[in-house]
């Protein structure tokens, strides 16, 4: 994934988290769940930090969304403690994956500091700068 597209990635993100009044951090990361880019918005909670970078982990090493992860890591799901690999991983909603126009993964958003429902919000609006 370019920078360019993860810092523009990034400002549309930080756009829809003022629009909705929320604090938020923000990481994104590529196709091998490396760090291409991050942000933490002036009042996030510090404990956003490490939840946005793991939203965005999850997804790119799963290549399904954080809330999709969530169908299979749960207690009485068939992998349950599946967050305890990965050097640790998040079984709730705020991880997207990205594809580029042709399907391919190119990486993953991560979002975290607001509810859940916020999280993937502002996570959804900013993975559209892929399709734009």
Known sequence: MKSS???AMITA???EADRMNVCVCISIVDAAAWPVAFMRMEGTILGAIDIANKKARTAVLFQMDSADFAEIAHPNAHAYTLENTNGGLISFGGGLVLKD???TVVGAIGV?????ADDIAIATVASRVLIA
Do not use: N, V
């Not at 975290?112 to 859940?116: L, R, V």
């Open 101 to 103: 126009a042709e399907g």
């Open 112 to 116: 975290s500091g607001a509810s859940t």
């Open 13 to 15: 993100a930080l756009a």
């Open 5 to 7: 597209t993860a810092t």
